[in-house]
């Protein structure tokens, strides 16, 4: 069994800054990716940021250079930094974990994030 937990969202003015933690508890072990999506009202949830194993990680064109994503593996905690925030970002913020046994994923409840004056 695996659980995420995401935490950090709230409302923010634009421009300003972030950080979005996702803690995992469990059995984690075998992981074959990890990262951030998000969903807007009416929109599908798409990519943030997403790291294979034993890769680099790729972000959505809409936030590179804006967010940073990092992880904490003493913690079993990965991170999402957003900075710049603009309105567009607005949406409900999901960590995601993929194990290779059987190409589970698991969900974490989202954290929502919105950018207004």
């Known amino acids: 069994q695996v659980q995420l937990v995401e935490s950090g969202g709230g409302l923010v003015q634009p421009g300003g800054s972030l950080r979005l933690s996702c803690a995992a508890s469990g059995s984690i072990f075998g992981i074959n990716a990890m990262g951030w999506y998000r969903q807007a009202p009416g929109k599908q949830r798409e990519l943030v940021a997403h790291?294979?194993?034993?890769?680099?990680?790729i972000y959505a064109d809409s936030v590179k250079g804006r967010f940073t994503f990092s992880k904490d593996n003493a913690k079993n905690t990965m991170y999402l930094q957003m900075d710049s925030l603009k309105p567009e970002d607005t949406a409900v913020y999901y960590c995601n974990l993929e194990l290779r046994a059987g190409g589970v994923q698991y969900w974490g409840q989202g954290t929502p994030v919105t950018v207004s004056s």
């Open positions: 790291v294979i194993s034993g890769g680099s990680t």
